[in-house]
């Protein structure tokens, strides 16, 4: 599991509106989104979405994995946050902290 010295911070390649879920996030490629791969599938991160023109926003996600046709399974986060469609490409999101498990 990554210290809290190797969290990452993640840029946008795309994202997905997910009704009543939220957006799912697909960072670029890189050591920052292979970092995912070093969470359990579905374990909830704090997570910041970076906009240097606002203060950063709070948010929760959750590693999730993404398959395509023909294609490697990539790592993606599902975060709970709607803001009325997706984000913008280049979008940076810094990955905060490991939440606990809710059982």
């Known amino acids: 599991m990554p210290t809290h010295e190797s969290l990452a911070t993640l840029v ?10 939220g957006v799912l996030a697909v960072p670029a490629a890189g050591p920052a989104a292979a970092s995912l791969a070093a969470y359990a599938l ?3 991160l704090a997570v910041s979405l970076v906009d240097e ?7 929760t996600g959750t590693v999730e ?6 294609q490697p399974p990539r790592r ?12 913008p490409v280049g979008a940076r999101l810094r990955l905060k902290a490991e939440l606990p498990a809710l059982r």
């Open 12 to 21: 946008v390649a795309a994202s997905f509106r997910v009704p009543g879920l």
């Open 42 to 44: 579905h374990t909830a």
């Open 53 to 59: 023109s606002q203060p950063p926003l709070a948010l």
């Open 65 to 70: 994995e993404l398959t395509h046709d023909g």
């Open 76 to 87: 993606a986060l599902l975060l709970d946050f709607d803001p009325g469609g997706p984000l």
